[in-house]
């Protein structure tokens, strides 16, 4: 099971958008709702962003949103600010052997 | 406070063998699957294993199948994750997670270091 494709990085400025794709397969994003995206500070624990493809825990800015078509999840943070500044994961439910896979990460800059 | 803290990492040489650990806090420990995802230095997370509620289901990444075994136990709000013939390519930062539904790891502790070297 390979990791799902993420690009290196992306960046925006302050009050802009920024969109992270993440690329699995039919054995996984394709066939399941069930895509989360974490936050991740260096040397900290990563945050659950948004789960089931769209929704978003408590707490979770509304500025943060998901979506996803065919075989690609996508995350966008309208209105960056200074502390979305980090790395983002996605991952994917990939079925009853292998469970779960993450992307490969995305570094997120706020310029 | 709903908290996960991880244990027992460390340095060991390749071929050995490590318990982690994953004291949880704050909530009903066994009602909730649990996780370990790791992260290699300069790398991004991995998913590793998962363990049911009750124990009676396991899975694993294929690149530690056979070496390495989750269990918990519920009557000490404990997660673990036995580690045997330790390669290099296991050193990482090891996290316990909650698996709140389907993937949605919604609670993390800090993370315990593994280093495999001679």
């Known amino acids: 099971q390979s990791a799902l494709t993420q690009p290196p990085s992306a960046s925006g400025s302050p009050g802009q958008s920024v969109t992270i794709s993440c690329i699995g397969t039919s054995s996984d994003v394709g066939t399941y709702n069930y895509v989360s995206w974490y936050q991740h500070h260096p040397g900290k624990a990563p945050k659950l962003m948004i789960y089931?493809?769209?929704k978003r825990p408590s707490g979770v800015p509304d500025r943060f949103s998901g979506s996803k078509s065919g075989n690609t999840a996508s995350l966008t943070v309208s209105g960056l600010q200074a502390e979305d500044e980090a790395d983002y994961y996605c991952?994917?439910?990939?079925?009853?052997?292998?469970?779960?896979?993450f992307g490969t990460g995305t570094k997120v800059t706020v310029l | 406070e709903v908290q996960l803290v991880e244990s027992g990492g460390g340095l060991v040489q390749p071929g050995g063998s490590l318990r982690l650990s994953c004291a949880a806090s704050g909530f009903t420990f066994s009602t909730y699957w649990m996780t370990w995802v790791r992260q290699a230095p300069g790398k991004g997370l991995e998913w590793v294993a998962d363990i049911k509620e009750d124990g009676s289901a396991k899975f694993y990444v294929d690149s530690v199948k056979g070496r390495f075994t989750i269990s918990r136990d519920n009557a000490k709000n404990t997660l673990y994750l036995q580690m045997n013939s330790l390669r290099a390519e296991d050193t990482a930062l090891y996290y316990c997670?909650?698996?709140?539904?389907?993937?949605?790891?919604?609670?993390w502790g800090q993370g315990t270091m593994v280093t495999v070297s001679s």
């Open positions: 997670a909650r698996n709140w539904a389907w993937g949605a790891f919604d609670i």
């Open positions: 089931e493809v769209s």
């Open positions: 991952s994917s439910y990939a079925g009853s052997n292998i469970l779960y896979v």
